[in-house]
């Protein structure tokens, strides 16, 4: 998965932050996301869409979740949503149903999905080739400090603005979240997704076993979702709080805004 917005040094350049404020300036010139990253960024972003409104589409379809293999009208729940069903065989509680749009949001969903699956390995092959996840991602033992990382969290809190000298550079608790999003949640928001296809678990069985049965499956794929969901909502906010133009246009063309192109 590529940066979403914040501070990224470029592929291949160092990770070490520039020592002062004139310094960062100094280096706008420097493209700040190389080519492959903003490309797969968009490409991401444009699938993250579409699986959300496709993905919804379908939950509303049989909005109650299960744990195990199966799971269906007459299974007690492990739990349901309070939202009425596009199927009038669910039982909601409510006195009417919604359009059933399960046919395009079925079809859209899985096609994107596969899409969103290529790119990331695209990114992922990429990042550790170039040594991407390991200079500009991985921390270093000193920024694994309690002092380091709630020095992080209290600026976050605060929503300080960072300074030009971060721009080129990551604090803690961004690689920390960056490396948790690509190597947790992403892995696994595509492996129950996989396990849910009767296809892919016929030449993999393990690969729904170990979760535990297809409506498991199922089930923690809606949970991951909402993480991804969530990510992506602080995600904005902080772009937002460091200025959005310039965030919007080093995604775009690469390029870092100096202090009066700042908004």
């Known amino acids: 998965m590529a940066e979403f917005g914040s501070a990224q040094v470029p592929l291949g350049a160092s990770v070490s932050r520039p020592a002062s404020t004139s310094e960062a300036t100094a280096l706008?010139?420097?493209?700040?996301?190389?080519?492959l990253v903003r490309v797969t960024h968009w490409i991401i972003t444009l699938c993250f869409f579409a699986l959300l409104v496709s993905g919804f589409e379908i939950v509303i379809s049989h909005p109650r979740?299960?744990?195990g293999e199966t799971g269906n009208d007459l299974t007690t729940p492990l739990f349901k949503l309070p939202i009425p069903a596009s199927r009038s065989l669910v039982p909601t509680g409510y006195g009417y149903t919604l359009p059933d749009q399960n046919g395009w949001s079925r079809y859209l969903h899985f096609q994107?999905?596969?899409?969103?699956?290529?790119?990331?390995?695209?990114?992922?092959?990429?990042?550790?080739?170039?040594?991407?996840?390991?200079?500009?991602l991985f921390p270093s033992r000193a920024d694994l400090s309690w002092r380091t990382i709630s020095t992080a969290i209290a600026g976050h809190l605060r929503f300080d603005r960072?300074?030009?000298?971060?721009?080129?550079?990551y604090n803690v608790l961004q690689r920390l979240t960056y490396l948790f999003v690509i190597f947790v949640l992403f892995p696994l928001v595509i492996w129950t997704g996989l396990a849910m296809s009767p296809a892919f678990v016929s030449a993999f069985p393990p690969t729904v076993n170990v979760l535990g049965g297809q409506q498991s499956a199922r089930?923690?794929?809606?949970?991951?979702?909402?993480?991804?969901?969530?990510?992506?909502?602080?995600?904005?906010?902080?772009?937002?709080i460091a200025g959005f133009r310039s965030r919007m246009r080093a995604m775009i063309t690469g390029r870092i805004a100096t202090n009066k192109e700042r908004t």
């Open 65 to 67: 979740f299960y744990w």
């Open 162 to 169: 960072p300074g030009e000298a971060e721009a080129w550079s």
């Open 28 to 35: 706008t010139s420097t493209s700040r996301h190389s080519a």
């Open 219 to 240: 089930t923690l794929h809606f949970f991951v979702s909402l993480a991804l969901l969530l990510f992506l909502l602080v995600h904005v906010v902080m772009i937002c």
């Open 112 to 136: 994107t999905a596969w899409i969103l699956v290529f790119t990331s390995l695209l990114y992922g092959i990429s990042g550790l080739f170039t040594g991407h996840f390991r200079k500009n």
